[in-house]
């Protein structure tokens, strides 16, 4: 993965729209989209604070940049979710990664029995889910709010495991800090189920990332409590 054509600016304020914000780029306030679901300003204080834009080179797009990276004290953080399945996939072959076995064959978003997986080693007829968690600290907890895609994706999950299928559970912080993430008791619909994958084969892990030259990349396995 070669390092993006990133441009820097001071994050002004986010707007009501919550994947929009403004940036001061080059000494202009500029409409930027954010790539995250959630209200960064909840988890930190956000003005002020350097972050990293990709120029968005859609025709007719709102905005012309979207924030790509956000300063967390020596660092930057990765705020786009939605990229972490294909940072797995780069870094898969990588030794930290051994216990999935031989992975010469991946594909992302693979149907398998009608499920659509964030990757497939063919390898090991292994699915992999992932799951990207936005932290500053070094405890994370997932999920924090009821999901029923999530809940839903489990009771797939189940039946994958129960076909014979392998299925690696996977929790990305996007904070290279995390040291521990804990499946919520308190979301007892999901960690149920959750619990019922375990019991029937499914492996979980839990990674951290971190910023090499403007490319996120796994930084270390972080421990999972469930």
């Given at each position: 993965?070669?390092?993006?054509?990133?441009?820097?600016?001071?994050?002004?304020?986010?707007?009501?729209?919550?994947?929009?914000?403004?940036?001061?780029?080059?000494?202009?306030?500029?409409?930027?989209?954010?790539?995250?679901?959630?209200?960064?300003?909840?988890?930190?204080?956000?003005?002020?604070?350097?972050?990293?834009?990709?120029?968005?080179k859609?025709?007719?797009?709102?905005?012309?940049?979207?924030?790509?990276?956000?300063?967390?004290?020596?660092?930057?953080?990765?705020?786009?979710?939605?990229?972490?399945?294909?940072?797995?996939?780069?870094?898969?072959?990588?030794?930290?990664?051994?216990?999935?076995?031989?992975?010469?064959?991946?594909?992302?978003?693979?149907?398998?029995?009608?499920?659509?997986?964030?990757?497939?080693?063919?390898?090991?007829?292994?699915v992999?889910?992932?799951?990207?968690?936005?932290?500053?600290?070094?405890?994370?907890?997932?999920?924090?709010?009821?999901?029923?895609?999530?809940?839903?994706?489990?009771?797939?999950?189940?039946?994958?495991?129960?076909?014979?299928?392998?299925?690696?559970?996977?929790?990305?912080?996007?904070?290279?800090?995390?040291?521990?993430?804990?499946?919520?008791?308190?979301?007892?619909?999901?960690?149920?189920?959750?619990?019922?994958?375990?019991?029937?084969?499914?492996?979980?892990?839990?990674?951290?990332?971190?910023?090499d030259?403007?490319?996120?990349?796994?930084?270390?396995?972080?421990?999972?409590?469930?």
């Amino acid at each position: 993965m070669s390092e993006p054509e990133v441009k820097y600016g001071k994050f002004k304020t986010e707007i009501k729209n919550r994947f929009l914000c403004t940036v001061n780029v080059d000494g202009i306030d500029t409409l930027c989209y954010i790539p995250s679901s959630c209200r960064l300003s909840n988890f930190i204080n956000m003005k002020g604070r350097m972050v990293l834009l990709l120029p968005i080179k859609k025709e007719n797009a709102r905005t012309k940049y979207s924030v790509y990276a956000i300063q967390y004290r020596r660092g930057f953080v990765p705020v786009s979710l939605s990229s972490v399945n294909q940072v797995i996939k780069n870094e898969l072959n990588r030794r930290i990664f051994s216990f999935l076995g031989s992975r010469k064959q991946v594909f992302g978003e693979k149907s398998i029995d009608g499920y659509k997986s964030d990757l497939y080693i063919e390898d090991s007829d292994t699915v992999v889910e992932i799951k990207s968690i936005l932290s500053f600290g070094k405890e994370a907890l997932f999920p924090t709010v009821s999901s029923e895609r999530a809940n839903h994706q489990l009771e797939n999950i189940r039946e994958l495991l129960l076909n014979g299928h392998k299925v690696c559970y996977m929790f990305i912080s996007m904070y290279g800090g995390t040291k521990q993430i804990t499946v919520n008791e308190e979301q007892t619909e999901y960690f149920s189920l959750f619990r019922k994958c375990i019991e029937v084969g499914m492996t979980v892990r839990g990674f951290s990332l971190y910023m090499d030259n403007g490319v996120p990349k796994v930084k270390a396995t972080v421990k999972c409590i469930f």
